[in-house]
């Protein structure tokens, strides 16, 4: 029989589904928002963890609407400008709040 899979002989595409609701504008456009903040916040963490002279382990990040905030403990001040500017550097950025604190 050909080399179709059982079920569609043809081989044209399984058709669509039109009672199939797709998710609501306001939910599609949160749940895009929500994507786009971990994929934010995954990139800024790599960036940290690439960047020379840094010890990334004790910062925390987090991104709420392309803001992103970082947090926890940097070794000096030096740390904390690299990791300020690294953040900077990520596309999606809009802004940082510095919430991290100089200690050992």
Same mark, same amino acid.
């Given at each position: &029989?050909?080399?179709?899979? @059982?079920?569609?002989?043809?081989? @044209?595409?399984?058709?669509?589904?039109?009672? @199939?609701?797709?998710?609501? &504008? !306001?939910?599609? @456009?949160?749940?895009?928002?929500?994507?786009?903040?971990?994929?934010?916040?995954?990139?800024?963490?790599?960036?940290?963890?690439?960047?020379? !002279?840094?010890?990334?382990?004790?910062?925390?990040?987090?991104?709420?609407?392309?803001?992103?905030? $970082?947090?926890?403990?940097?070794?000096?001040?030096?740390?904390? $400008?690299?990791?300020?500017?690294?953040?900077?550097?990520?596309?999606?950025?809009?802004?940082?709040?510095?919430? &991290?604190?100089? !200690?050992?």
């Amino acid at each position: &029989m050909g080399g179709y899979p @059982a079920g569609n002989q043809s081989g @044209a595409a399984a058709p669509v589904n039109p009672r @199939a609701d797709p998710a609501p &504008m !306001g939910m599609a @456009a949160e749940m895009s928002g929500a994507t786009s903040d971990r994929a934010i916040t995954m990139n800024v963490k790599s960036q940290l963890l690439a960047e020379k !002279g840094l010890t990334s382990s004790g910062i925390q990040v987090s991104t709420q609407d392309g803001v992103v905030r $970082l947090s926890g403990t940097v070794k000096n001040d030096s740390e904390r $400008l690299t990791a300020l500017n690294a953040t900077r550097s990520v596309a999606g950025v809009k802004s940082v709040e510095d919430a &991290m604190r100089v !200690g050992k």
